[in-house]
């Protein structure tokens, strides 16, 4: 029995070794798709903190209150903020000549409209404080016409949002600015004091954020954190490219139906591919979890630290890539050929990686998603992953994610059994 | 293991795929002495490779059993499977492997030991004039190079009985005469020949005796010699057609 399987084991992997294709689809492939997206992703964390977002500035108001407003744009951080270039009157195709991904269009009265409401809430107030004239009407108050925000459609959501956020807070704080001088004058009669105004308007809380870890620790999380771990889950399934394409070449050959009369048992088949799959998953895990340790920081990106409990690392890793095996085997049981196998494997990873949170986070899905995700074997070690490399977390933190990764582990295997005998392979 | 005079006891077997609503056999009997030169034939969708695959175990019979050297199908798999030798129509190989790989693979499972699988393999591949590309992956080999591997892997156990499903298809003159001139020494020392084809001619030279096959019936058993002369026929190809017809079958 351990002669048939240690043959076997040795067969599996000379077949693996000189499938060239198969061997770089499962290494090459995913190093460069870590290595790609992580210096993608790390490019866009830095677009937004080092190199920020390029604003054109379409000013039609010659006041000082969009003066204030430009100025508080810039002081957002998040800004490169540039003027309309001379001669040039539509900001859309300002934005084309110039690259800029956003573009805001201040109107002509904004100046005009910002003090006529500051006057208008000053004199409401006064009149509330009682040192008004009762008799008069506060002065009437035009609603600001609306600053437009012109934005490249390439922008996510996400970052539109936190754009718009950052801009509302600019505004408010030109608005807040012209009321409070405003009531100052109508209170002393006199000019508000700069300095008295920077300590009233700058003078705000800070706010501190902390990432939340299991162990403690406070390090920053960062592209390489988050993505390494999430797309060596992937990489990890990228073996149903070559493992698949094995197993329909194997029933097609009729080499299932010759171990069926041979005094051996399809078992030792089934045992023989999942190690020999293990050990390549395993060491895709490795190979990728070194280049993010050790050669990240050479192109300059951040260095995958890895996570304090070693052993749950390797037993997430151990469940996953056993997943990922069963998964391929399964898939090269049903398909027909290996054009069915390759295109369903292809779609199908993609797919579980989606509902799986490896590209959109699964705590922003709502509802048939949310369960769907459930259901993707990587959505639990991709938490289990997180877990560990950035929460810190140890092994008892992720038994809750490696439990339902094992169960669905055996619901496949169980799959695979039944393929097998209603094909009449074993 | 039972003693017993037959290779292949069929008795009263039925099968009917489940897909289909016919029975592919129904109350079928055979019984192919030890040592015979034994050869399966009959027109495409005859029922000969559904025959093949219930006497080597692939397919069960619904009714009826089949013995295999007294020892019925089914029971016993393992002890029973290293009594025969299975050669496929299709290269059931491994083209990344060469055919020592493939031999020390097939070998193991077959229930050999290390030693054993090495002195099968530089028996067979001297005899299938295999050695000097013992160490070549099959992929690169001439169909007649496949055909030589896919029949060592079929014998590296020495089986006493020997299934063989078309097994010079698409091969050339040399290798055909290269692989019957083998089969013959084989059954010379013993092994029991189960074979199919439809290279009518070739049979003539291998066979002893015979069964035409059609519908899933057995149309006719016994003695070349005896069969045509009982049909009046030159050869086993005007025997086949006069028992089976002229019309194109699947």
Sequence with gaps: MMYKLWATIVKDTRVLLRDKV????????????????????????????????????????????????????GNIGLFKVTEMPKGQTNISDAMHNTDAMLGIVIPANFSQRVAGKAKNVSDKA??????????????????????????????????????????????????????????????????????????????????????????????????????????????????????????????????????????????????????????????????????????????????????????????????????????????????????????????????????????VPSFAMQGAYK???????????????????????????????????????????????????????? | MAVTEYAIDISNVGFKYPDNEEMSFSGLDLKVPKGERFGLFGPNGA????????????LIADQGSICLLGNEM????????????????????????????????????????KQQIKQRIDELLAVLSLDDVRNKEVRKFSGGMKRRVNLAIGVIHEPAVLFLDEPTVGVDVQTRHAIINYLLELNKNGTTLIYTSHQLSEAEGLCEEVAMIDSGKIIARGNIDQLLAEYKQDDLESLFLNLTGKELRE
């Design chain 1, 126 to 359: 006064m009149t509330s404080f009682g040192l008004g004239d009762s008799t008069k009407k506060a002065t009437e108050a035009k609603d600001v016409d609306p600053l437009t925000l012109y934005y490249n459609p390439v922008l996510q959501e996400s970052m539109r949002l936190s754009v718009k956020g950052a801009l509302q807070s600019a505004l408010q704080m030109v608005e807040s600015r012209e009321t409070l001088r405003t009531l100052y004058f109508s209170i002393n009669e006199k000019q508000l004091p700069e300095k008295l105004e920077n300590e009233m308007l700058n003078n705000r809380t800070p706010i501190n954020d902390v990432p939340v870890s299991k162990d403690g620790t406070k390090t920053t999380p960062n592209a390489t954190q988050h993505n390494v771990p999430a797309w060596t889950i992937f990489a990890m399934f990228f073996v149903i490219m070559s493992l698949g394409g094995v197993v329909v070449k194997e029933k097609r050959s009729g080499s299932y139906i010759r171990l069926k009369t041979l005094p051996t048992s399809y078992h030792i088949t089934l045992i023989s591919k999942q190690i020999v799959y293990l050990v390549v998953t395993i060491i895709q895990a490795a190979v990728i979890f070194s280049i993010g340790m050790f050669l990240f920081p050479y192109i300059g990106l951040p260095a995958l630290n890895p996570p304090s409990d070693i052993l749950a690392l390797i037993i997430t890793t151990l469940i996953c890539g056993w997943c990922a095996v069963s998964y391929s085997i399964c898939v090269g049981v049903y398909a027909d050929t290996q054009e069915q196998s390759n295109g369903f494997a292809a779609v199908s990873i993609v797919i579980l990686a989606c509902v799986g949170g490896l590209m």
């Design chain 1, 371 to 426: 369960t769907a995700a459930s259901l993707s074997p990587m959505h639990w070690c991709l938490e289990a992953y997180y877990t560990l490399f950035l929460e810190g977390g140890k092994l008892k933190d992720i038994l809750n994610n490696l439990l339902p990764l094992f169960i669905i582990t055996l619901v496949i295997q169980f799959v695979t059994f039944l393929g097998l005998k209603r094909k009449n392979l074993i």
């Design chain 2, 47 to 58: 029922g000969k490779t559904t025959l093949m695959n219930l006497m080597t175990g692939v």
């Design chain 2, 74 to 113: 089914g029971k016993q798999k393992n002890a029973v499977n290293r009594l025969f030798g299975f050669v496929p129509q299709d290269f059931s190989l491994y083209g990344e492997l060469s055919p020592v790989e493939n031999l020390e693979f097939y070998g193991a499972l077959a229930g050999l030991n």
């Design chain 1, 22 to 73: 198969g061997i770089s689809l499962m290494f090459v492939m995913p190093i460069i798709l870590v290595v790609v997206v992580t210096s993608i992703q790390n490019s866009t964390f830095q677009l937004v903190s080092k190199n920020r977002l390029q604003i054109l500035i379409d000013n039609k108001d010659t006041g000082k209150n969009s003066a204030q407003m430009i100025k508080a744009i």
